[in-house]
């Protein structure tokens, strides 16, 4: 398995690229065939196979910050609920109630219980069932059996992971992320947007940096380097740095001096749909949501960074969050949108990623492995 640079020899690594105007290279270059972004049968596999059985981040831990509070939405198709109980314990449901199917939470709240909005019966916060209205219309239904379906959920590294069937893979990478989020980051925007794209497509544009001078020409490009990133597989995942032009000033600190908070951008892809990216300001946790072939949800959590003074550090998370999350990602939107209207035009039947893509290269190997059912890629 790669570790992750720690921060200092990150920036090495970026001050010699700068330096040797040089890039990380992958391996090989990797041919996707068109067919696997259009397939109805292939999204349903990578659902089945991967998404249900990949333990995958529903929301960061700050999305739950007391007993009570829950976040109610759809991952991979199924409608789940998470809560933290009494006990502080994260807990995860199918959201649908155990009388006759209807949702018994929505979107994002605290609660003491959770009461089905049809007929009333009202589950605990550990998801047993604890009412149900004239109760003597139901002989002989036993209540201990009859609690909101659990599903396997576990808190690590400040996130929610939630299991919806046998896991297929475990992958113990998932540890290099212990130092990505700390307590007091505070969540202060959730916003879901759906795009007319694949799921794979706008992953894709998060993971390589070799678009930021064509796409991003006058809002990214002018602080950041042409073809310049760092990208580091890790497990099934990886990591993908993007510097700042401010980071040059950086070879004339003491190397065990060397901080590099508003220098550069981290963005972690988690296997397989979730992106974290870590800001100057503020983080944002991207779940990408399939809801077709040709249609994805876009799911952000964006918190606080880590710093002393929070009030501070929220007012500046807001302002950054704005800009990148508005005007940068309306120029990403647009790219991956004609890509797909591009799809079925004939033009090719493979996309070809190359050297500087390797993250991209690394996830559709990945993927390809997995749904073969053998080990990941390490
Ligand atoms: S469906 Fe929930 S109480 Fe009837
Ligand atoms: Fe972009």
Redesign the pocket.
């Known amino acids: 398995m790669t570790i992750l640079l720690d921060d200092r020899r990150a920036a090495q690594r970026i001050l010699d690229h700068i330096e040797n105007r040089t890039t990380d290279l992958g391996g090989e270059i990797w041919r996707e065939p068109v067919a696997n972004y259009r397939s109805e049968e292939r999204l349903a596999m990578e659902v089945q196979q991967v998404f249900k059985r990949t333990p995958t981040p529903f929301c960061p831990s700050a999305a739950l910050p007391q007993a009570g509070a829950y976040v109610a939405r759809e991952a991979a198709g199924t409608p789940i609920l998470a809560v933290r109980g009494e006990d502080g314990t994260v807990r995860a449901f199918r959201n649908a109630?155990?009388?006759?199917?209807?949702a018994?939470a929505n979107a994002t709240g605290c609660a003491k219980s959770f009461v089905?909005?049809?007929?009333?019966?009202t589950y605990r916060l550990d998801g047993s069932l604890r009412h149900?209205?004239h109760e003597h219309g139901f002989p002989g239904l036993d209540k201990s059996t009859h609690g909101l379906a659990p599903l396997r959920a576990e808190e690590s590294c400040g996130m929610v992971f939630v299991t919806q069937d046998t896991p297929a893979l475990e992958d113990p990478a998932l540890d290099e992320l212990a130092h990505v989020f700390s307590p007091e980051q505070q969540l202060f925007a959730t916003r879901e947007r759906d795009i007319a794209a694949n799921w794979k497509i706008l992953l894709e544009g998060f993971i390589e940096g070799y678009h930021i001078r064509a796409t991003h020409p006058e809002t990214f490009y002018p602080y950041g380097f042409d073809n310049l990133n760092l990208v580091e597989p890790f497990g099934r995942n990886s990591r993908v740095t993007y510097p700042f032009q401010r980071i040059a000033k950086l070879a004339r600190v003491a190397r065990e001096e060397r901080r590099v908070d508003g220098l550069l951008t981290y963005v972690y892809h988690l296997f397989p749909n979730v992106l974290i990216t870590v800001l100057s300001r503020h983080t944002n946790v991207v779940v990408l949501e399939p809801l077709g072939i040709d249609s994805t949800r876009n799911i952000t959590y964006t918190l606080t960074n880590r710093g002393a003074d929070q009030e501070e550090m929220l007012r500046e998370a807001k302002r950054d969050a704005a800009f990148v999350g508005e005007v940068g990602a309306a120029e990403d939107r647009a790219v991956v949108c004609a890509i797909q209207r591009g799809l079925g035009s004939g033009a090719n039947e493979v996309f070809t990623f190359g050297k500087f893509e390797g993250a991209i290269a690394h996830f559709h190997r990945t993927l390809k492995a997995a749904l073969a059912g053998r080990a990941p890629a390490a």
């Open positions: 109630c155990r009388h006759r199917g209807m018994v089905c909005g049809y007929h009333g019966w149900i209205p």
